[in-house]
């Protein structure tokens, strides 16, 4: 099998759906000849025409607005945010339209909305945020957020063959620095399904986007000093907890990563649901290793010492065995 | 003396059947109706949260549902209940969603106006204003996307005019050149507010087509013929394939923003003769009279409304109040 980039499995996912299903079609800024601002549409245009990678303004209400519109009359749009941060322009129709249609109405509305997100890019306060936490606790959302390759195309296949809308946070540091086997075509990943992606004994990590391959390279490092079992949310919202209690049953400490600045992300829903309904499995209080309550920062120092990485992790989970 | 003011019937517009001019009355006169109704149960306590009219609007209402073929969609405001009518949408839903039963198009979820009928191809209302404007762009946009002559058509008022969401959908409308109607009612008011401090040029027309390069009708919307006509005229240029368009319906907004408004910050004497010469019920009904209909025969349509009215209400009474444990049904169309 040839190893593909996340980027490639999410462009292999998006062209494997548009064959398949008439009704799949894109709207974005930029997506067509140019390929997004991160080439994850090049090439689709020619492929698939203008009528279905649609370049639209720049109007993140509008275009968001008007998938909910053509979903109703059930078409399968999948929208793109150039950077997850513009999720914020669009907030409204997401959550006041896209999550109570359903439920007032019983009419459905099947959309997908990429946002590339996530730091390490170098991109500072407006092009570097994880904004899915936002969305964590809306019912009638489902919120996605891939951490291999594979999962790059089989969340996404199942997002865009999901009734209800999806978001579905891609991480950008992952695009190109992630390679894994490409995907058989048609694979799906089920939505609202955590996974141990690596096992162990003495301490849970509980992440998900770009967490999980920090957590799997740390859990690697300190092979021979603990024993690190990693479980992969997958989908933040609504949540899967029942293998994160399973572990906790074996490992009675837990460590939750996100990337998402401390207060906000999916990992404070993880921490409140254990402290209620796993409280007697634990050894040692949970840890959340996250970011400080800032914006992300720019320069590299302060990018750099703003993330997690394999020392800071390596850190917070000697201080949690240690407990 | 001053002159007493008289109505002033409806213009005559050549082509206009009988048959239509009475769907329209039947129409106009129904949410007359049933908002009087409702606004005296309010009164009473009998309806739970608020209660918005659209008096003096009717005619834009019926107009603008009306206008539609059956297989084109649609997503109406509050000020609309005549467009849920010419959809199909029955006086019972209304009353049952005002009464919030466990049968109502949202099972008791939201109340008032703020429903909508999958079945009728009714989109829910939507509170948060300007957001049925690029939603309405996005089903167009699938129609195109499909070859279906059909259109997609929305409300909103002079004051929604100011959101953004409104400048985002008119632009991507134009720029896909989708097969949308928007129907702008300029009713004087946004809650409180005259339409003069909502904007510095209150001509919507100009602004639709200065602004945005869409063709836009101005229509006296207290003459429901004129409105119909209007409306007609630009869905059947949507469809013909001509994009989008709008329709600015000027009247007047006869009541407060809603039932717990007195609306004493209107011009009163205005509203006076509003209520006179421009009651579009009254207008449609002189028309009539001029068309030849004996007033008996108008009578007899008021009665048949107002019939239809009463045993929708006795209906909808009827309906059991939603229960409890059925609320978490539904939030995901697709549950995990
Ligand atoms: C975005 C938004 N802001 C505020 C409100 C609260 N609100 C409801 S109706 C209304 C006035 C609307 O005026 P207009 O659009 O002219 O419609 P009308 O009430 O005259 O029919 C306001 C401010 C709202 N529904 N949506």
């Not at chain 2, 079945?119 to 089903?139: H, N, R, T």
């Not at chain 2, 409180?192 to 040029?201: I, K, V």
């Amino acid at each position: 099998m040839p190893e593909i980039t996340y980027l490639e499995a999410i462009t292999s996912a998006l062209r494997d759906a548009m064959r398949d299903d008439r009704s799949v079609f894109m709207i974005g800024e930029d997506i067509g000849h140019f390929g997004g601002p991160f080439g994850v549409t090049k090439g689709l245009i020619d492929e698939f025409g203008p009528e279905r990678i649609i370049d639209t303004p720049i109007a993140e209400e509008g275009f968001v607005g008007a998938c909910m519109g053509a979903a109703w009359m059930g078409e399968r749009p999948i929208a793109e945010l150039q950077f997850a941060d513009f999720i914020a322009c669009c907030f409204d129709a997401i959550v006041t339209v896209g999550a109570k249609t359903h439920w007032r109405s019983g009419i459905k509305l099947p959309m997908v909305l990429r946002a590339p997100y996530g730091g390490g890019v170098r991109g500072g306060p407006f092009h570097a945020s994880s904004p899915e936490g936002w969305f964590v606790g809306v019912a009638g959302l489902k919120v996605v957020a891939p951490a291999t390759v594979e999962d790059a195309y089989g969340l996404l296949r199942s997002a865009i063959d999901d009734d209800d809308p999806v978001l579905f946070f891609e991480h950008k540091g992952l695009y190109r620095r992630l390679k894994g086997e490409a995907p058989a075509t048609g694979t799906r990943t089920p939505i609202g399904k955590s996974i141990v992606r690596r096992a162990g004994s003495d301490v849970t990590v509980v992440t998900y986007g770009s967490g999980v391959d920090l957590a799997l390279r740390t859990a690697t490092a300190i092979e021979g000093a603990a024993s690190v079992e990693v479980i992969d949310l997958r989908t933040i919202w609504p949540l899967d907890l029942e293998p994160v209690l399973e572990s906790l049953g074996k490992t009675s400490r837990l460590l939750v990563l996100q990337e998402a600045a401390r207060s906000t992300g999916a990992g404070n829903l993880v921490l409140s649901r254990v402290a209620r309904e796993g409280f007697e499995l634990l050894d040692a209080p949970p840890a959340l290793h996250a970011p400080i309550d800032t914006p992300v920062p720019f320069a590299p120092e302060l990018e750099d010492g703003y993330l997690p990485s394999l020392d800071s992790l390596t850190r917070a989970l000697r201080d949690l065995l240690d407990y | 003396m001053p002159e007493p003011f008289v109505t002033i019937p409806c213009l005559d517009v050549h082509g206009v059947t009988r048959e239509t001019r009475l769907a329209l009355f039947r129409l106009v006169l129904l949410q007359r109706i049933a908002e009087e109704r409702v606004m005296t149960l309010y009164r009473q306590g009998r309806i739970p949260g608020s209660v918005y009219t659209g008096r003096g609007q009717e005619a834009v209402a019926a107009a603008g549902g009306l206008a539609l073929d059956p297989t084109d969609v649609i997503a109406p405001l509050n000020r609309e209940m005549a467009a849920h009518f010419a959809r199909g949408v029955t006086v019972g839903d209304v009353f049952r969603n005002y009464l919030g039963k466990a049968d109502s198009p949202t099972r008791g979820r939201d109340g008032n106006m703020h429903f909508g009928m999958a079945s009728k191809d009714v989109f829910p209302l939507v509170s948060m204003l300007g957001d049925l404007c690029p939603l309405i762009v996005g089903a167009a946009l699938a129609f195109k996307r499909r070859g279906e002559a059909r259109v997609a058509l929305t409300f909103w008022g002079d004051g929604a005019f100011s959101v953004g969401d409104v400048h985002e959908g008119l632009n991507l409308a134009g720029v896909l050149h989708v097969p949308a109607v928007f129907v702008i009612q300029r009713n004087g008011y946004a809650y409180s507010t005259p339409t003069t401090r909502q904007m510095l040029n209150t001509s919507i027309t100009e602004r639709v087509r200065g602004g945005w390069s869409l063709p836009c009708e101005e229509v006296d919307g207290t003459d429901a013929i004129a409105t119909y006509v209007a409306i007609r005229a630009a869905v059947e240029r949507a469809r013909n394939g001509e994009g989008p368009q709008a329709i600015e319906a000027v009247s007047m907004r006869m009541e407060g923003h809603a039932a717990h408004d007195a609306g004493n910050y209107m011009d009163q004497d205005e509203k006076r003769r509003y209520e006179t010469e421009r009651d579009p019920v009254e207008r449609l009904a002189a028309r009539l009279l001029l068309d030849g209909f004996s007033a008996a025969e108008v009578d007899s349509h008021r009665q048949a409304a107002s019939d239809e009215v009463a045993a929708g209400l006795a209906e909808a009474e009827l309906s059991p109040a939603p229960d409890p444990a059925s609320l978490a049904d539904g939030v995901y169309a697709q549950p995990l």
